[in-house]
């Protein structure tokens, strides 16, 4: 069972950092963005990440689909809470 803690911290956390991400003009800012969330996902609950990535190792780890991914995120995530 996943707590609700660990999901709402999980979706102020990416929220943040796609607000800001989807409104930069900077790539250093966004890259930093991505670490961040990279960082963030390989410490968080297991279970939790399994449930948003759908078996996809890559999700929220990868250039080309972080976007889509982080709002993907968000999406499940907002319906969990």
């Known amino acids: 069972m996943i707590s609700k803690d660990c999901i709402e911290t999980a979706y102020c956390f990416f929220h943040q ?3 800001v991400y989807a409104h930069s003009t900077m ?3 966004k890259d930093d ?3 961040a969330i990279s960082s963030y996902v390989d410490d968080m609950d297991k279970g939790l990440y399994d449930q948003l990535s759908g078996g996809n190792s890559d999700f ?3 250039h ?4 889509q991914d982080i709002k993907t995120a ?3 995530l907002e319906r969990m809470i």
């Open 17 to 19: 950092k796609e607000r």
């Open 74 to 76: 968000m999406d499940k």
């Open 64 to 67: 080309a689909t972080f976007h």
């Open 33 to 35: 963005i991505e670490y």
């Open 60 to 62: 929220l780890r990868c």
């Open 27 to 29: 790539d250093w800012q």
